[in-house]
């Protein structure tokens, strides 16, 4: 499969066409961005990184039976997805509060929630991806109240499997960011991409901070914290 025109940039992510028009080549590059594209860098090998850490996580989720737009592994940077129609919803589970849950809800940081949360974010750049619930989703039509269901349920199938997988690691999944898609059959599967950007990822041990909330907060040690995390995965994911 090759790369014919570029359909759409992101900004972690380029998308191409394919010879088959049910295909697409995601190409992941190293630009990070944070609030709203506001801030702007580059993280060393990021690309690499969460290409092949997604593509592990994502056949991990389809062995455990969800249903997922991955398809192959091309190459260090690019792979092969199926093509969907994203539901414009940025889909977040929480294990343990951080990040805007903290700040809206004034918590502290490191509390563990005795269930997970679930909220949606509508994915649009233009209003900062603001808050949404399930009726206002239905009422402007970005999805009807079975999708949603089914989101939910992914969603949280999702949140156990890779909290289950972490904990492997020595690593406690914090939060996380999923976008799901549409086949042309209308079904749901997951989409986009898990990696250091789109989850919070503290070492069980200490509480390092092994994400993107190194980049957002000027923590430092960026790109060691992308490498340590890939390298939990790889020490463990063949027994996953
Ligand atoms: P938040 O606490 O800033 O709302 O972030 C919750 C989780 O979602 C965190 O793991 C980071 C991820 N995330 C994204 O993947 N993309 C985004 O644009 C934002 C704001 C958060």
């Known amino acids: 499969m090759t790369k014919k025109e570029q359909l759409y940039e992101g900004k972690a992510k380029k998308v191409f066409a394919t010879e088959d028009p049910s295909l697409l080549i995601v190409s992941y590059k190293d630009d990070a961005t944070a609030f709203n594209g506001l801030k702007k860098g580059t993280i060393e090998g990021k690309g690499v990184i969460n290409n092949r850490m997604s593509n592990a996580l994502m056949r991990l989720l389809e062995k455990k039976g969800i249903p997922t737009h991955y398809v192959k592994e091309l190459s260090d940077r690019d792979t092969l997805v199926k093509k969907v129609s994203i539901v414009p919803l940025e889909v977040i589970v929480r294990n343990i509060a951080a990040g805007s849950f903290s700040k809206r809800y004034g918590v502290e940081e490191g509390l563990q929630f005795s269930s997970p949360t679930i909220e949606f974010s509508y994915k649009n750049d233009a ?3 603001p808050l949404i619930n399930e009726y206002h989703t239905v009422a402007i039509g970005l999805a009807d109240a079975s999708e949603i269901y089914t989101i ?23 939060d996380f960011k999923l976008e799901f898609g549409k086949l042309a059959d209308g079904s749901i599967v997951l ?3 898990i990696s250091p950007d789109t989850c919070r990822l503290w070492d069980s041990a200490t509480g390092e901070k092994l994400d993107k909330d190194r980049f957002r907060r000027d923590l430092g040690g960026v790109e060691d914290a992308y490498r340590e995390i890939m390298k939990r995965l790889e020490e463990h994911i063949s027994e996953a």
């Open 127 to 129: 209003l900062g991806d």
């Open 152 to 174: 939910k349920k992914l969603a949280f199938a999702v949140n156990e499997q890779l909290k289950a997988f972490w904990a492997s690691c020595g690593v406690t999944l914090v």
């Open 191 to 193: 989409a986009d991409e």
